[in-house]
Protein backbone atom coordinates (compact mmCIF):
# COMPACT_ATOMS: atom_id res chain seq x y z
CA UNK A 1 0.00 0.00 0.00
CA UNK A 2 1.53 3.44 -0.82
CA UNK A 3 2.45 5.64 2.06
CA UNK A 4 0.03 8.46 1.92
CA UNK A 5 -2.84 5.81 1.54
CA UNK A 6 -1.21 3.99 4.67
CA UNK A 7 -1.49 7.25 6.81
CA UNK A 8 -5.00 7.87 5.72
CA UNK A 9 -6.26 4.13 7.05
CA UNK A 10 -4.24 4.54 10.20
CA UNK A 11 -6.01 7.96 10.69
CA UNK A 12 -9.70 5.94 9.94
CA UNK A 13 -9.29 2.83 12.04
CA UNK A 14 -8.02 5.29 14.99
CA UNK A 15 -11.09 7.20 14.54
CA UNK A 16 -13.15 3.96 14.72
CA UNK A 17 -11.33 2.59 17.45
CA UNK A 18 -12.61 5.76 18.97
CA UNK A 19 -15.93 5.15 18.32
CA UNK A 20 -16.39 1.32 19.34
CA UNK A 21 -15.24 2.89 22.93
CA UNK A 22 -17.60 5.44 22.90
CA UNK A 23 -20.26 2.72 21.74
CA UNK A 24 -18.74 0.77 24.75
CA UNK A 25 -19.14 3.12 27.01
CA UNK A 26 -23.17 3.84 25.78
CA UNK A 27 -23.60 0.41 26.38
CA UNK A 28 -22.05 0.59 30.04
CA UNK A 29 -24.19 3.63 30.73
CA UNK A 30 -27.34 1.68 29.19
CA UNK A 31 -28.44 4.23 26.62
CA UNK A 32 -30.86 4.05 24.20
CA UNK A 33 -30.81 1.01 21.95
CA UNK A 34 -31.32 2.78 18.81
CA UNK A 35 -28.61 5.53 19.68
CA UNK A 36 -26.87 2.70 20.01
CA UNK A 37 -27.51 0.60 16.72
CA UNK A 38 -27.28 4.05 14.75
CA UNK A 39 -23.29 4.15 16.09
CA UNK A 40 -22.85 0.43 15.38
CA UNK A 41 -23.96 1.07 11.62
CA UNK A 42 -21.71 4.22 11.57
CA UNK A 43 -18.67 1.89 12.72
CA UNK A 44 -19.81 -0.66 9.99
CA UNK A 45 -19.74 2.04 7.15
CA UNK A 46 -16.65 3.44 8.45
CA UNK A 47 -14.86 0.23 8.49
CA UNK A 48 -16.19 -0.77 4.79
CA UNK A 49 -14.70 2.38 3.83
CA UNK A 50 -11.41 1.49 4.89
CA UNK A 51 -11.93 -1.76 3.09
CA UNK A 52 -12.77 -0.11 -0.20
CA UNK A 53 -9.73 2.56 0.45
CA UNK A 54 -7.58 -1.15 1.24
CA UNK A 55 -8.83 -2.58 -2.05
CA UNK A 56 -8.26 0.57 -3.88
CA UNK A 57 -4.67 0.67 -2.96
CA UNK A 58 -4.09 -3.14 -3.72
CA UNK A 59 -5.35 -2.99 -6.75
CA UNK A 60 -3.68 0.25 -8.34
CA UNK A 61 -0.42 -0.96 -7.34
CA UNK A 62 -0.29 -4.56 -6.67
CA UNK A 63 -3.02 -5.86 -8.98
CA UNK A 64 -1.53 -3.31 -11.87
CA UNK A 65 1.83 -4.47 -11.84
CA UNK A 66 0.92 -8.30 -11.83
CA UNK A 67 -1.26 -7.73 -14.85
CA UNK A 68 1.63 -6.93 -16.29
CA UNK A 69 3.55 -10.09 -15.59
CA UNK A 70 2.92 -13.72 -16.32
CA UNK A 71 1.06 -14.78 -13.17
CA UNK A 72 -1.78 -12.43 -14.16
CA UNK A 73 -4.61 -15.58 -13.72
CA UNK A 74 -2.97 -16.21 -10.30
CA UNK A 75 -3.29 -12.37 -9.10
CA UNK A 76 -6.95 -12.13 -10.94
CA UNK A 77 -8.20 -15.63 -9.29
CA UNK A 78 -6.32 -13.55 -5.61
CA UNK A 79 -8.60 -10.64 -5.94
CA UNK A 80 -11.38 -12.51 -6.58
CA UNK A 81 -11.12 -14.55 -3.80
CA UNK A 82 -10.33 -11.32 -1.53
CA UNK A 83 -13.38 -9.09 -2.92
CA UNK A 84 -15.96 -12.51 -1.98
CA UNK A 85 -14.49 -12.32 1.60
CA UNK A 86 -15.02 -8.55 1.33
CA UNK A 87 -18.54 -8.73 0.38
CA UNK A 88 -19.80 -11.29 2.59
Known amino acids: MKMGCNHDVQSRLKKIEGQVRGIQKMVEDERYCVDILTQLAAVRAAVN ?18 LSSDNKEEKVEELMGVLSKFLK
Open 49 to 66: KVGIMVLEGHTKGCMSEA
